[in-house]
């Protein structure tokens, strides 16, 4: 461990130094506060001029009642409507629901569909607008802090494990961890980021989760954990990460224990054939790094937010399993581990055929409504999306440490295995969005190639802005 490392570490423990003071002192976290800030309000400029004025330009939208049946994302006077355009749309409209009238789990099928939102960001919203804050801003603010949040621990996560690295260059890893929160924040569906959705708030949990793990703040782990699962049903993903972090590392907090060794040496010294050498090797790669201590158990706090979900759902009438079940709803079905990506492709090609045969009457596919055309563009755009994320994936297993690899692996399994009958890809983005490590690999990737990076940069931005602009006119975008 670094000397720098175990000075940020002991930091905390100066009673009489308040915490801005202490990031003041440290040039490190200087620049990651002032690369992040630049992200943030670069990215929501962006957002906000793209979103508002493609409304001002061509109006709300034809869809614009479709899906707001309490008139919760309209109302505000003209100047209120346009600002709200970029951050109050589809889903939006779930959260200032639940959040003003909550789930209301007694009223049976009626409600149902709500339990599909998992209850910490509107109780966060809720708690905001309770201070005197319209629930629209207040959502927007809870989500711009959260992002904030998410990026600085995204720069700091970026530097500790590119400088970990055999080989590394200072100017390199500044340079990625500069170009990850710009990545993060200019990603095409982070505007999210922004919107009235739980997004940011789970990037900045997940994110926040490693960083302690990481730091051996197992207490926190667990908390983080917990607060996660209680925003989104893949918060209970976590869990895999935290413990290949405890048991395998890295870690900061204590070196390895003696074991590791203990077992190597055993392997080399036994005798036998080749098969038993194989299977001994194998044995001392997945024999843990770190002793079981203690502080393992606040790893058992992970779930606790899934559980008080259901429990509450139970205890107020409901089903305590209907978050599982609402989903449904939305027509997903499980096919398989996934084999969501194999019936995403076939529903691009056929997307592809129905858009080069220039009719509607015909439909290649499972339509999901409106327009044959549309769906056959939005199926290209996932399968798009799928096939961009492949890359990054296996850049991340063969990168960062496994622990990383192994979380998005393990998310992707969620929407991958679970598709949409219409659409089987639907809300990939949104998943892929959050799953930070690949931004970490790109930035990386990035950063050993400084031609590419303003390009990336732009190419980004301007997809971001394309599909808040589909977004504020109420069109779907997921």
């Given at each position: 461990?670094?000397?720098?490392?175990?000075?940020?570490?002991?930091?905390?423990?100066?009673?009489?130094?308040?915490?801005?003071?202490?990031?003041?002192?440290?040039?490190?976290?200087?620049?990651?506060?002032?690369?992040?800030?630049?992200?943030?309000?670069?990215?929501?400029?962006?957002?906000?001029?793209?979103?508002?004025?493609?409304?001002?330009?061509?109006?709300?939208?034809?869809?614009?009642?479709?899906f707001d049946p309490p008139g919760v994302t309209r109302g505000f006077g003209w100047l209120g409507d346009l600002l709200a355009a970029p951050a109050a749309r589809w889903d939006a409209a779930w959260y200032l629901v639940i959040a003003h009238y909550g789930y209301r789990p007694e009223l049976g099928t009626f409600t149902a569909s709500r339990t599909a939102f998992f209850p910490l960001y509107p109780l966060g919203l809720r708690a905001i607008a309770w201070l005197g804050a319209p629930p629209v801003a207040a959502g927007v603010a809870l989500s711009v802090a959260a992002l904030a949040a998410a990026l600085y621990g995204i720069h700091r996560l970026t530097t500790l494990e590119l400088a970990a690295g055999a080989g590394a260059r200072a100017d390199r890893v500044a340079a990625a961890a500069r170009l990850a929160v710009m990545l993060t924040a200019l990603a095409p569906m982070a505007f999210f980021?922004?919107?009235?959705?739980?997004?940011?708030?789970?990037?900045?949990?997940?994110?926040?989760?490693?960083?302690?793990?990481?730091?051996?703040?197992?207490?926190?782990?667990?908390?983080?954990?917990?607060?996660?699962?209680?925003?989104?049903?893949?918060?209970?993903?976590?869990?895999?990460?935290?413990?290949?972090?405890?048991?395998?590392?890295?870690?900061?907090?204590?070196?390895?224990?003696?074991?590791?060794?203990?077992?190597?040496?055993?392997?080399?010294?036994?005798?036998?054939?080749?098969?038993?050498?194989?299977?001994?090797?194998?044995?001392?790669?997945?024999?843990?790094?770190?002793?079981?201590?203690?502080?393992?158990?606040?790893?058992?706090?992970?779930?606790?937010?899934?559980?008080?979900?259901?429990?509450?759902?139970?205890?107020?009438?409901?089903?305590?399993?209907?978050?599982?079940?609402?989903?449904?709803?939305?027509?997903?079905?499980?096919?398989?581990?996934?084999?969501?990506?194999?019936?995403?492709?076939?529903?691009?090609?056929?997307?592809?055929?129905?858009?080069?045969?220039?009719?509607?009457?015909?439909?290649?596919?499972?339509?999901?409504?409106?327009?044959?055309?549309?769906?056959?563009?939005?199926?290209?755009?996932?399968?798009?999306?799928?096939?961009?994320?492949?890359?990054?994936?296996?850049?991340?297993?063969?990168?960062?440490?496994?622990?990383?690899?192994?979380?998005?692996?393990?998310?992707?399994?969620?929407?991958?295995?679970?598709?949409?009958?219409?659409?089987?890809?639907?809300?990939?983005?949104?998943?892929?969005?959050?799953?930070?490590?690949?931004?970490?690999?790109?930035?990386?990737?990035?950063?050993?190639?400084?031609?590419?990076?303003?390009?990336?940069?732009?190419?980004?931005?301007?997809?971001?802005?394309?599909?808040?602009?589909?977004?504020?006119?109420?069109?779907?975008?997921?």
């Amino acid at each position: 461990m670094s000397s720098d490392t175990l000075g940020e570490l002991a930091v905390p423990f100066e009673p009489r130094v308040g915490w801005w003071a202490r990031v003041r002192a440290d040039e490190e976290r200087m620049t990651a506060v002032r690369e992040c800030w630049r992200a943030l309000w670069i990215s929501r400029a962006v957002v906000w001029v793209a979103g508002a004025g493609t409304v001002l330009a061509f109006g709300f939208g034809p869809a614009r009642t479709a899906f707001d049946p309490p008139g919760v994302t309209r109302g505000f006077g003209w100047l209120g409507d346009l600002l709200a355009a970029p951050a109050a749309r589809w889903d939006a409209a779930w959260y200032l629901v639940i959040a003003h009238y909550g789930y209301r789990p007694e009223l049976g099928t009626f409600t149902a569909s709500r339990t599909a939102f998992f209850p910490l960001y509107p109780l966060g919203l809720r708690a905001i607008a309770w201070l005197g804050a319209p629930p629209v801003a207040a959502g927007v603010a809870l989500s711009v802090a959260a992002l904030a949040a998410a990026l600085y621990g995204i720069h700091r996560l970026t530097t500790l494990e590119l400088a970990a690295g055999a080989g590394a260059r200072a100017d390199r890893v500044a340079a990625a961890a500069r170009l990850a929160v710009m990545l993060t924040a200019l990603a095409p569906m982070a505007f999210f980021f922004s919107a009235v959705y739980s997004e940011s708030l789970y990037l900045a949990l997940s994110v926040g989760l490693f960083v302690c793990a990481r730091r051996g703040r197992w207490m926190w782990v667990g908390v983080l954990g917990a607060l996660a699962g209680a925003t989104r049903s893949t918060g209970l993903v976590l869990a895999l990460p935290a413990l290949m972090i405890y048991l395998y590392g890295p870690r900061e907090d204590r070196a390895r224990d003696f074991y590791e060794d203990r077992l190597r040496r055993s392997g080399r010294a036994a005798a036998g054939g080749g098969r038993a050498r194989a299977v001994r090797l194998i044995a001392g790669r997945l024999a843990p790094r770190y002793a079981l201590r203690r502080d393992v158990l606040w790893l058992l706090l992970l779930p606790a937010g899934v559980v008080a979900y259901g429990t509450f759902l139970g205890l107020s009438g409901g089903d305590p399993l209907a978050p599982l079940h609402a989903q449904d709803v939305w027509g997903r079905h499980f096919a398989g581990p996934y084999v969501g990506a194999w019936d995403g492709l076939k529903a691009a090609f056929d997307g592809a055929r129905q858009l080069l045969s220039f009719q509607r009457r015909h439909v290649y596919f499972a339509a999901a409504g409106g327009s044959p055309l549309v769906d056959a563009g939005h199926n290209l755009m996932l399968a798009g999306f799928l096939l961009a994320a492949l890359p990054a994936v296996v850049g991340v297993l063969r990168r960062l440490p496994l622990a990383y690899g192994a979380y998005v692996v393990a998310a992707l399994a969620l929407p991958l295995s679970d598709p949409v009958r219409a659409q089987p890809l639907m809300s990939l983005p949104r998943f892929l969005v959050v799953l930070f490590p690949l931004g970490i690999w790109l930035a990386a990737w990035l950063a050993e190639r400084p031609r590419a990076q303003t390009p990336a940069l732009v190419a980004s931005g301007a997809l971001m802005a394309l599909f808040v602009a589909q977004f504020a006119t109420w069109h779907w975008v997921a």
